[in-house]
Nanobody, 124 residues
């Protein structure tokens, strides 16, 4: 089954930018980025279908961009205009091979494959 590993996390200043990468093996229909801050529930950041249709969490809409390149087996998350509230552990996820969908689910329970996480810290 699909296996994933994400990297690219680190520290950034408010208003800065950071890019995350998720390399995967195998194939997958839906892919997504989730994040979880201490003592908070895991929340969806962005999703992307095999065809490239995207959706974003309200808190990051207009600031983050998700993309994928299946020829390189890589998914990306470009984060702009970072805020301290973006500080969290970021995870990439995939649902594995399957039929195409109009839009990927936003619930973490719909993704069986997960990366180990990469920390993003935004502070002055």
């Amino acid at each position: 089954q699909v296996q994933l590993v994400e990297f690219g996390g680190g520290s950034a200043q408010p208003g800065g930018s950071l890019s995350l990468f998720c390399e995967y093996t195998g194939s997958t229909s839906c892919m997504a980025w989730f994040r979880q801050a201490p003592e908070k529930v895991r929340e969806v950041v962005a999703t992307i279908t095999y065809a490239g249709r995207t959706s974003y969490g309200e808190s990051v809409k207009g600031r983050f961009q998700i993309s994928r390149d299946d020829n390189k087996n890589t998914m990306y998350l470009k984060m702009n205009s970072l805020k301290p509230e973006d500080t969290a552990m970021y995870y990439c996820a995939a649902d594995g091979p399957g039929p195409s969908v109009f839009e990927c689910p936003r619930s973490e329970t719909r993704y069986p494959a997960w990366g180990q996480g990469t920390q993003v810290t935004v502070s002055s």
